[in-house]
DNA sequence: TTGAAAGCGCTAACAG
DNA sequence: CTGTTAGCGCTTTCAA
């Protein structure tokens, strides 16, 4: 009668088990905190009981109470896309089997949402940040560190005190590009890439054309749209309409690769290598498709997520951007070289 | 001297606000809190006074004391494969819309991962999990419930009392496949399957299946591997081979409709859909690229991410099963039927 | 509208 | 090894 329900939650509490098993409710907390000492007695009163009431602790007080939340923060945007979407379930895979909490925040569509994210972050007192996408407010940033969080940027070229930076040697990778379609035989050399390339992206670009430089080749670049298969479809179309029409490419990441690839091949029934080879960056599961079959650059994604964890445990908060190489994946899109390497 | 400097995170708090406006700490709560009443005077302080220290909401107190925590749990295994991780990100994205946090488990690996995933969501006392991959204990499922926490299961089959099942018409869309097919003048139909299908996936199978079975044909099923580019590559291979090659397949998956249309094209020269028609599921943005052209059947995706917002902030628990029909898309991997149709 | 007091569920520090 | 005491930072009564 005066059993009113309430519309609270009604979760069973340590104290509960500790009624139920007859101990306090201390012997309940340190059953649950692993190296706490307990008798095997008291222990297995506690797990039983705990088991029969259906406790589970509350690790939200459990956080608040140790200033450790166990939470880290994922931020990025188009999740959607092979290689993203690649990174975040290796990192999401590793962080968890790191006993820590992954929180995904989606920054697609406004710039800002960056920004919010961090908040977000901050709110839950995430013990790190790790952001894929766009830069933070620096401001923001001081926030982040005087809360004892870690910041990750991957593969973004701004440098930013305090945090760690890592990613691909992506000039490396494109001077090595370069001089592969020189050694390939390749007369016409092109570059393609989106109009809206992130920083990483561009870097790829830069290397390439300073090896053209070098060597003193004239590159035919084309750029056009987002980052994106649909990209490389205009690209590739707007190349093979030239009339200087390459006869090899680098595209700065895979998806545009595969757009290139499909437009030579389905608009204009030329084959990759026969007719174009073309070498792509990032390494995503459809760059192995037969398909395809793209000669590209495999991120060292297994090093940077390492290296993220590394930093997200270790105590010192310091500055360090890294550089990784990535490794040449030799598949079938490039021209093979028919007469012997010189030297 | 005497000032030590704590190993302990120095965190800002509402206390340290109020003194610094010279209100008390319950008022910087409520100018934080939307709806709470709070004078414009007072409130202006606050956030001054909270802008200059560096002050933000610590949510897992919040969270504690009100039982509230915005979190929802978002399961899966093999987030890197397209259908799944374009769910994931438009999950997520409205997720974060609707002013939720999004908790990211990946139970990649393992079978059990799924219980310790969801006893990760309860501690974190998560207030929704959405399940896209493995099925919950329901004694664990339970404990779920009796915390307050809504439970979605999408795409699987199984029947789960207190949680809504959600997902597409599976068995519809495979009978559409087939009539579809017989319809484009297939002589020779075909079906291929992952060994390892969910219980989601072996429905469209079972849908088409039995219409061919109402059609009086005969269906060379070919099965092999998991879900994937790679065990459609090996089903195409074998199919290809054989001595009553078929002429028009149903691919439970893009995925594996790619593969198969892959092995076709670059293993036998056959083309799509001249020689070979195919008909996948899910609509992956690959089915889109120009070398597939796959007509597929898009899932009800904002359907179903709209319904799972709409159960996870609605009040009371219940069971609901709700099958959303997939959306026929018709491109170019199918051979156009030459004669007027029947009727 | 404001403040004082009580408590969310838990764990750290201390004594026994 | 165990229990008591005192918070973690916040919000929610309640009274002014």
Redesign the pocket.
């Known amino acids: 009668m005066s059993e009113k329900v309430s519309s609270r939650k009604q979760?069973v509490?340590?104290?509960d088990v500790a009624r139920h098993a007859g101990?306090?409710?201390?012997?309940?907390?340190?059953t649950?905190?692993p190296g706490?000492?307990?008798?095997a007695?008291?222990?297995a009163k506690v797990l039983k009981s705990a088991e029969i009431l259906g406790?589970h602790?509350?690790r939200l007080?459990?956080s608040?109470?140790?200033?450790e939340s166990g939470i880290v923060a994922l931020i990025a945007a188009e999740i959607e896309t092979p290689h993203r979407a690649t990174m975040i379930a290796e990192l999401s895979e590793k962080l968890q089997a790191a006993g820590k909490v992954t929180m995904l925040i989606n920054t697609s569509g406004y710039e800002e949402r960056v920004q919010d994210a961090l908040l977000q972050a901050i709110s839950f007192r995430t013990e790190a940040a790790i952001i894929l996408s766009g830069a933070p407010d620096p401001s923001l940033a001081d926030t982040c560190f005087s809360n004892g969080m870690k910041l990750v940027l991957i593969n973004r070229e701004e440098d930013f005190p305090g945090s760690l930076q890592i990613g691909p040697d992506n000039k490396a990778a494109g001077r090595t590009a370069f001089n592969a379609l020189l050694r390939a035989g390749c007369q016409r050399i092109a570059l393609s890439n989106s109009s809206n390339a992130t920083s990483g992206i561009l870097e790829r670009e830069e290397g390439f054309l300073e090896a053209a430089v070098e060597a003193g080749v004239n590159v035919i670049c084309e750029v056009a749209g987002v980052t994106s298969y649909k990209a490389g479809l205009e690209i590739g179309t707007r190349l093979m309409d030239r009339e200087d029409r390459p006869d090899g490419v680098f595209c700065t990441t895979d998806l545009i690769a595969c757009g290139v690839i499909d437009a030579a091949r389905q608009r204009f029934g030329l084959r990759t290598p026969e007719d174009l080879s073309v070498i792509g960056f990032d390494n995503i599961p459809q760059a192995e498709w037969e398909g395809y079959n793209l000669t590209t650059f495999a991120q060292p994604t297994d090093l940077i997520i390492d290296k993220c964890l590394e930093w997200c445990t270790t105590q010192q908060p310091s500055t360090e951007a890294v550089k990784l190489p990535a490794r040449f994946v030799w598949r079938n899109s490039v021209q093979k070289v028919l007469v012997a390497q010189s030297q």
């Open positions: 979760q509490r340590a104290v101990v306090s409710r201390v012997s309940v907390s340190r649950f905190t706490a000492s307990v008798s007695s008291t222990r406790y602790v509350n007080a459990s608040l109470n140790r200033s």
